[in-house]
């Protein structure tokens, strides 16, 4: 079955810790993405990529940190910088060209203890 | 700057009844789409909608688009518990060409039907 997948479901992180979460999908989607989501809050986008070995800065992406080495995986590093990581991490994808809608996959919950 | 309302924040119905949230944005879009959210899950595409005076329909939801009022609406027709969820309207801004990345989603509207 076609579909993104997200490791690990939680993650806990000491102050000062870099870490990373995974994305990978089997859409075939050129475009990838990751957001936050925030308790009582809509998304907001950290990253994007359209294209492999390319991304670009989202709305939130002091803090963070991506690479798009293979077109399957999009992983976002939550580096020390980040002030208040504690969130709910999605990743999605889509094909480019307009009105695609993006699908998402099943999220990373981060808590920094 | 694309900013997207979405009205009411909470909606709490009893069964059978009918009911609509609102999706209202700021600028010039040529895309919406309507999400819907369980609780700790992800969220999942519910309708696109892509030029004004579009409707789309699927079970007891209907969703509309009506581009000249910047507006979007989700109607539920006889509500059942099993529609319990949050519901994300996203807006991308208009002439963004292929670039589906820059999405503004509303804060969601959080439905309880109760029985």
């Known amino acids: 079955d076609g579909g993104i997948t997200q490791s690990p479901k939680y993650l806990f992180r000491k102050e000062g810790q870099n870490v990373t979460l995974s994305c990978e999908q089997n859409l075939n989607h050129d475009a990838m993405y990751w957001y936050r989501q925030d308790p009582g809050q809509g998304l907001r986008l950290i990253y994007y990529?359209?294209?492999?070995?390319?991304?670009q800065k989202g709305d939130i992406a002091e803090g963070y940190s991506v690479s798009r080495e293979k077109k399957e995986s999009f992983p976002l590093t939550v580096t020390s910088a980040q002030k208040n990581p504690t969130a709910f991490y999605l990743c999605a994808s889509s094909r480019t060209g307009f009105g695609n809608e993006q699908f998402f996959g099943p999220g990373t919950r981060l808590t920094v203890l | 700057e694309l900013k997207v309302e979405q009205n009411p924040l909470f909606l709490s119905m009893q069964e059978g009844k009918n009911y609509t949230i609102y999706c209202n944005y700021s600028?010039?879009?040529?895309?919406l789409y309507w999400y819907r959210q369980d609780p700790g899950k992800s969220l999942e595409s519910l309708f696109v909608?892509?030029?004004?005076?579009a409707v789309k329909q699927e079970g007891r939801l209907m969703a509309s688009l009506d581009t000249k009022a910047r507006l979007s609406t989700l109607h539920i027709t006889a509500a059942v518990h099993d529609l319990s969820a949050t519901y994300f309207c996203a807006v991308g801004p208009a002439n963004s060409g292929g670039s589906n990345y820059k999405l503004t989603f509303g804060k969601g509207t959080l439905l309880t039907v109760n029985p």
């Open positions: 909608l892509l030029s004004n005076g």
């Open positions: 600028t010039t879009s040529d895309r």
């Open positions: 990529s359209q294209i492999v070995n390319d991304f």
